[in-house]
């Protein structure tokens, strides 16, 4: 007599006719859900007495043990392996599978126990306390205006399509049977073959083939959506219910990356996961954040780990969209580094003499572009990166500033500049005002940030030349007057622009505030012709425009990431401006070049001397000086 075959959960619960088709039957096959069979089906449940002592919460059925034989990841020319891989010796010649191979590891034995239990947790309320399918809509209508995550972009809808039609909520430990579920799925090697396409690729972690990563990427998204779409009334429509949504759905991602990281199993999907909740935590936690930071030089261990900073063209057997793929990897990460490196005045970690400089859509010179090529994710990559090594070069320019040489060198990393703007596409070069651009808010964007880095490459090679940070002179006080208006066009059309690669705040942080600190400095220093070719009149206006918009909270409120640094630095400019516009009496530090107030010199000294630092510590000094003290009382130190 044949024995009794269990239906799988969804068909069960459905009471319909199983086909009994292991791993997935045939009626989760074509609904592409996720299809689970209980391992003991015929079980009665014993009803138990009930007890004083509060019953722990279920656990999935796996051994909280680590893999005791880690992957090594990428082992360079100095490692034992590039020794030994030369000693053959007789016999051994095996291809089965090793100790160390994910695939010959039960995945039940891998993970962390506790990991799993809050990742199921933070799923159940998450999911339970918003609908999962108004939260589709929400990453749907966000990819819509064009938005999406930069280096996941490929897969971002697909995993919204796939998470929203996963989960069954009809059994009280659905969130432990999924949880355990996706771990297995997480636990599978990632196929890689030449003649793979992109959807035979993906296929691999949606639908019934979800993975941690897969609900790691969806919440992504869904937090940064929530930072681009200030009202969505089938989730939220007040602040604060928009402000618990965002930190539940990036506590979850948090989780999810966690225990796919914890399988020990890098992957192509896991570092795209890793970058893109680096840049998650960057807003939400700020751009000064430790947190930020950390996961910045975990996705760098991790590019590093699997090799990716080798020359990829060099590795058989990867597919075109796949190589285009890992590229964007290595260039976002690398331009990262650079970006908040400088930002944080903290030396960078991914040195390009150990890195093999790659860009996606490069086919022969880094310099050369299809002139066909069309705004977007992978095209700001690109520049980015570009901008991003001559940054480096700049960097490292400032750690022999006393060479003799220092001057020719800028020279020629100035000249590389012009030359890369030259090269650009004559479409993305933007030199009128941003507003009278008529393309897509997307479009627009991206040509503001093209412009922005541009522009920043010769901020800081000036900035690096200047003999002491109080003393500007004309080309540099130029190069800031044109990416302080930029900034202020941006700020001003927020309302018709698309996030292209990088928020409102970081433009206004990191292009903004260096530009408005050494026009003030200038103005402090009463030039002459003030800013060359830039009527001071426009200045004043530009920063009286920086100001107000900070102040009235259009941009940055109290309790949001990096408002300590905005609102330190706009006290001091609106300080300098009041000063400006009053009566005051003599002595104020606006007088005609030459008339000093006593004291003047001493500050100068004390400002910082860090030409890479911007933080609340220059704003400090600035707000010391002489003029400004006459207005206001300094600002408190913190």
């Known amino acids: 007599m044949a024995s009794r075959r269990a239906a799988c959960e969804a068909c069960r619960k459905a009471k319909i006719a199983c086909d009994h088709q292991q791993p997935v039957c045939g009626r989760c096959q074509n609904n592409k859900g996720v299809c689970i069979y209980r391992t003991t089906p015929f079980k009665r449940k014993r009803i138990e007495k009930p007890s004083n002592l509060p019953s722990p919460d279920p656990s999935p059925s796996f051994t909280p043990r680590r893999n005791p034989y880690p992957n090594p990841g990428y082992l360079g020319p100095s490692s034992h392996a590039a020794i030994f891989k030369h000693i053959t010796t007789e016999g051994d010649h095996s291809t089965g599978a090793q100790p160390g191979n994910p695939e010959a590891l039960n995945p039940q034995w891998i993970g962390d126990n506790h990991l799993l239990l809050q990742g199921a947790d933070v799923l159940r309320h998450l999911i339970t306390t918003y609908p999962l399918t108004a939260m589709k809509e929400l990453v749907m209508f966000w990819l819509a205006k064009g938005a999406n995550l930069a280096l996941a972009e490929s897969f971002v809808a697909q995993c919204a399509e796939s998470v929203s039609q996963l989960f069954t909520l009809n059994d009280e430990n659905w969130h432990l049977v999924y949880a355990r579920r996706l771990l297995h799925n997480s636990a599978q090697p990632l196929r890689i073959t030449q003649s793979m396409d992109l959807a035979e690729f993906s296929s691999q972690f949606m639908d019934h083939n979800c993975r941690w990563e897969t609900i790691a990427i969806f919440f992504a998204a869904v937090s940064r959506a929530t930072i681009d779409i200030p009202f969505f009334p089938l989730l939220y429509t007040a602040e604060e219910a928009q402000y618990i949504l965002r930190r539940l759905a990036t506590k979850l991602s948090d989780f999810a990356l966690e225990i796919s990281l914890s399988l020990d199993c890098l992957n192509d999907l896991q570092l795209i996961v890793q970058?893109?909740?680096?840049?998650?935590?960057?807003?939400?936690?700020?751009?000064?954040?430790?947190?930020?930071?950390?996961?910045?030089?975990?996705?760098i261990s991790s590019t590093f780990a699997m090799g990716y900073h080798e020359n990829l063209e060099m590795k058989p057997g990867i597919p075109g969209f796949l190589m285009e793929l890992r590229k964007s990897a290595f260039a976002r990460i690398y331009s990262a580094d650079k970006n908040i490196a400088i930002f944080l005045g903290r030396p960078p970690r991914m040195n390009k003499r150990f890195c093999h400089f790659q860009i996606p859509s490069c086919q022969t010179s880094i310099n050369v572009w299809d002139p066909d090529s069309k705004p977007g994710y992978r095209a700001d990559t690109r520049w980015s990166a570009l901008c991003a090594f001559l940054k480096e070069e700049v960097w490292e320019l400032l750690q022999d500033k006393q060479d003799a040489g220092?001057?020719?060198?800028?020279?020629?990393?100035?000249?590389?500049?012009?030359?890369?703007?030259r090269a650009l596409p004559a479409h993305f070069r933007i030199e009128s005002s941003l507003k009278k651009c008529t393309q897509?808010?997307?479009?627009?964007?991206?040509?503001a940030h093209v412009r922005l880095q541009h522009l920043?490459?010769?901020?800081?090679?000036?900035?690096?030349?200047?003999?002491?940070?109080?003393?500007?002179?004309?080309?540099?006080?130029?190069?800031?007057?044109q990416m302080l208006a930029l900034v202020v066009e941006i700020i001003l059309l927020r309302d018709q622009l698309t996030n292209s690669g990088t928020g409102l705040i970081w433009k206004v942080a990191y292009y903004g505030l260096p530009a408005a600190g050494i026009i003030l400095l200038a103005l402090l220093k009463q030039h002459t012709s003030t800013a060359g070719s830039i009527p001071r009149t426009k200045i004043l206006r530009d920063l009286s425009v920086f100001v107000a918009e900070v102040q009235i909270g259009t941009i940055v409120r109290p309790g949001d990431p990096n408002y300590a640094l905005l609102s330190k630095a706009t006290q001091t400019i609106q300080r300098f401006l009041d000063s400006f516009h009053s009566d005051a009496?003599?002595?104020?530090?606006?007088e005609p070049q030459g008339h000093h107030e006593e004291g003047s010199d001493d500050w100068a000294a004390l400002l910082s001397q860090d030409l890479w630092d911007y933080e609340a510590g220059f704003w400090q000094s600035l707000a010391d000086h002489p003029a400004l003290l006459a207005v206001d009382p300094p600002l408190p130190r913190v």
């Open 406 to 421: 220092c001057a020719a060198r800028a020279s020629a990393i100035q000249q590389k500049a012009e030359e890369q703007w």
């Open 440 to 447: 897509t808010p997307f479009d627009r964007d991206f040509l």
């Open 585 to 590: 009496a003599p002595g104020s530090g606006l």
């Open 456 to 481: 920043h490459v010769l901020f800081l090679l000036r900035l690096l030349l200047l003999n002491t940070l109080t003393e500007p002179d004309i080309p540099i006080i130029e190069t800031a007057g």
């Open 275 to 299: 970058y893109e909740n680096f840049i998650v935590h960057s807003y939400v936690d700020g751009d000064e954040s430790y947190h930020s930071w950390r996961k910045l030089g975990d996705v």
